[in-house]
């Protein structure tokens, strides 16, 4: 191997980030850094919550009627209020990497993702889980 190749690593030759956020470009913490994962699992407990008490209403507390209630609280909030009620209580917001609305069929992919859970449990360096990269957001503080 000539002496100015180095080896190539597993993560794909990206240098690893200072703090969640730098690769997007976002401050390190404040109004538009990454959300943390203190905020995200409150505004979830919330969003969940919110989903039960209207089950519970409407469909004595069914679990699949607990989920589509979220679901659809999801899709209908992302795109219109920037953020769940859960998000925006905990001053989160949903944007786009690229920046511009986040549009419809992100928060359906991401809500999708969402529900069967597992893609929001793996996450990359900047704390975004699988469900946000495949929708190209990312929350962050508002």
């Known amino acids: 191997m ?4 180095r080896p190539s690593s597993s993560s794909g030759d990206i240098a690893p980030s200072r703090y969640p956020g730098e690769r997007l470009g976002l401050p390190e913490s404040g109004a538009h850094s990454v959300g943390r994962v203190g905020r995200r699992i409150g505004a979830l407990v919330v969003d969940w919550m ?3 008490l209207v089950s519970a209403m409407f469909f004595g507390s069914d679990a699949w009627a607990n989920t589509a209630i979220f679901a659809i609280m999801q899709m209908v909030f992302l795109p219109t209020l920037g953020g769940s009620i859960g998000h925006r209580v905990f001053g989160l917001r949903l944007i786009r990497v690229t920046g511009g ?3 419809p069929w992100r928060p359906l992919v991401r809500t999708i993702l969402l529900v069967i859970v597992v893609p929001a449990l793996v996450w990359d360096s900047d704390q975004r889980g699988f469900h946000d990269k495949v929708a190209g957001t990312v929350l962050i503080r508002a």
């Open 50 to 52: 919110l989903a039960m």
């Open 101 to 103: 609305w986040v549009g």
């Open 2 to 5: 000539p002496a100015n190749t």
